[in-house]
Nanobody
């Protein structure tokens, strides 16, 4: 059974850095595009970063230049390095993975999220 699990969330001060990890387990078929979303209290979920199998990346405008998304296909994992964190980055960060299926195509799987709090 495929599971997507995030880790690395923490309480940090403004200006500090933090790294998040996301692993899709339970599959030998690999993962297509992986994405990080975030949702702050009272706000809609927003797409933060995307990385496809060619390692083409895309970022939310407000994090561009501060966040870096990478992946390791040997571990079906994606990572989000967050630098120069701001209070407005506070949110639950959720990973989405497009997991390949034996019948062809892929299916979306979601993690439960990891809390990032930026506060002095």
């Amino acid at each position: 059974q495929v599971q997507v699990v995030e880790s690395g969330g923490a309480l940090v001060q403004p200006g500090e850095s933090l790294g998040l990890s996301c692993e899709a387990s339970g599959t030998d078929l690999g993962v297509n595009t992986m994405r990080w979303y975030r949702q702050a209290p009272g706000k809609e979920r927003e797409l933060v970063a995307t990385i496809d199998r060619s390692r083409v990346t895309d970022y939310l405008a407000s994090v561009k230049g501060r966040f870096i998304i990478t992946r390791d296909d040997t571990k079906n994992s994606a990572y989000l390095q967050m630098n120069s964190l701001k209070a407005e980055d506070t949110a639950v960060y959720v990973c989405n993975a497009e997991v390949f299926e034996a019948t062809g195509g892929y299916r979306h799987y979601w993690g439960r999220g990891t809390q990032v709090t930026v506060s002095s």
